[in-house]
């Protein structure tokens, strides 16, 4: 049977381990990049529904711009392209000739979408223009880690254009909350801290970036999502104005958001387990994995079909597994390796007692449960998962993290968890201090919990860690 290094010996090669027992995804033929295998995909996809559906109730809507954006389009923003050019890749020649211009892979879209607002945006009443869309970018990654940092990777990236300023600040809010916090947190079962960057780590040109960061098993930070509100210099750059209702001509105020692929880096480092991956009742593409343990007459598993028939009818992602030329404990060794969160296993004895049992990835807990009661049962069980491994999750967080008075002792607490520390003990002077030991400030909070308004709110607290 496929055996998984222990998480506690070696993390990194359980992490490998996991990708590759599960069948996640492989290293792909150029470096850094990556080959999303049908598990892998399956779990994106279900990402992307979950997401984008969430986006869409905040009143975007999806497009698509181009892969390859001139190089013309980033040397506008200053900030922008010095912040991204040891990341770019550039295409230089096509068709066999020089190009008579570099073209850039696009690495994020600011750019090439701000060229289009320009030329959409006329007046007062085209804004807000709130466009999204689902992409692979590209970004020249020297130390490559499958789903966490790779050459090219699959997100999706948000950016509106607003009339005002406030109008700008309260729909990146809404989508960090609304969109990815709700996600993360009732979705991915994942309880992020939510705060704002600090100038030395918000996203390049941004004039405020607010973040979802997720504690990982290992103690380190993982940023999961963010949302940048870019005042107006992508306007000035790229002439993105409107004329006002009393006819005067005026900037918008921009906002860009976004969220990848990272985020199964980060279910599977949060979640799982030394049997492999663990994935939310809510996300998972099969939740209930019906197993016909033995069969003799073909009973067992016209009872077994009978039953996921009777799960999908009442709203369950279901696969039968009827595969009985196959031993039974590899099969569920596989199913632990894939995370589906519920086993129903049924064989001859079973079907004999009116009965099947019931297993649960989360806790690994096995239950016998009357065939007329499996739906109801499996139903609820579903949601007590989805809450259990919130509830999990949320206490491996809180006790990773520790309240610092001082910028040594939050040193030290950043080697193992998260260092929680005044942040006028920290300062930028700080922060550039426990960057050399590898420790970065991953998020200002308000002891509230609520977002500071400026880098230097008074009170705020810095949740400081070594991050992926």
Not at 15 to 37: C, F, S
Not at 194 to 222: P, S, W
Not at 386 to 398: D, I, P, V
Not at 444 to 449: H, I, K, V
Request: a negative charge; charged letters at 25%.
């Amino acid at each position: 049977m496929p055996v998984l290094t222990p998480a506690a010996d070696d993390f990194p090669r359980w992490y490998q381990d996991v990708l590759t027992k599960a069948k996640l995804a492989e290293n792909g033929p150029a470096r850094g990049t990556m080959v999303i295998r049908p598990n892998g995909y399956a779990i994106w996809e279900r990402m992307q529904a979950e997401i984008d559906a969430r986006i869409k109730a905040a009143g975007a809507q999806n497009a698509y711009f181009p892969l390859l954006i001139p190089m013309s389009f980033f040397e506008r923003e200053a900030e922008h392209v010095e912040g991204f050019s040891p990341e770019l890749a550039v295409v230089t020649h096509g068709g066999g000739k020089e190009l008579a211009e570099p073209l850039a892979i696009r690495p994020t879209s600011e750019a090439v979408i701000g060229e289009y607002m320009a030329k959409w945006v006329d007046s007062y009443r085209d804004l807000p223009l709130l466009l999204n869309q689902w992409a692979n970018v590209v970004r020249w990654e020297l130390r490559p880690r499958t789903f966490l940092r790779t050459t090219e990777f699959l997100w999706q990236e948000g950016h509106t254009a607003h009339a005002h300023e406030h109008d700008a600040r309260d729909y990146a809010r809404t989508i960090l909350r609304d969109v990815y916090h709700d996600f993360l947190r009732n979705v991915l079962a994942v309880p992020v801290l939510v705060g704002r960057k600090t100038a030395r780590e918000r996203f390049a040109g941004a004039a405020n970036t607010m973040t979802c960061e997720g504690i990982m098993r290992d103690g380190k930070a993982l940023q999961m999502a963010t949302s940048h509100e870019l005042g107006q210099r992508f306007s000035r750059a790229f002439n993105i104005t409107y004329a006002s209702a009393t006819g005067s001509t005026e900037l918008c105020w921009t906002t860009s958001w976004g969220a990848s692929t990272r985020m199964l880096g980060g279910l599977i480092m949060c979640h799982g387990d030394d049997h492999g991956l663990v994935v939310p009742p809510a996300l998972a593409p099969v939740q209930v994995a019906v197993v016909v343990v033995k069969d003799i007459d073909g009973a067992v598993t016209r009872a077994g079909s009978a039953l996921a028939e009777r799960l999908r009818a009442a709203g369950a992602r279901v696969r039968l597994d009827a595969n009985v030329e196959q031993a039974f404990g590899w099969r569920a060794t596989d199913w632990d390796l894939q995370g589906v969160p519920i086993r129903v296993e049924l064989g001859p004895r079973d079907l004999d007692g009116n009965a099947a049992v019931l297993y649960r990835r989360d806790t690994r807990e096995k239950t016998t449960v009357g065939l007329d009661g499996v739906v109801d049962a499996v139903l609820r069980l579903l949601g007590d998962i989805q809450q259990n491994m919130l509830a999990a999750a949320g206490a491996r967080t809180e006790a990773r993290i520790t309240d610092c008075a001082t910028l040594d002792e939050a040193r030290e607490a950043a080697q193992t968890g998260v260092a929680r520390v005044p942040w006028e003990v920290v300062g930028p002077g700080g922060e550039e201090d426990l960057a050399a030991s590898g420790v970065t400030v991953r998020c200002l909070q308000r002891e509230d919990g609520s977002l500071p308004d400026a880098d230097d709110d008074a009170g705020a607290l810095a949740y400081a860690a070594r991050a992926y």
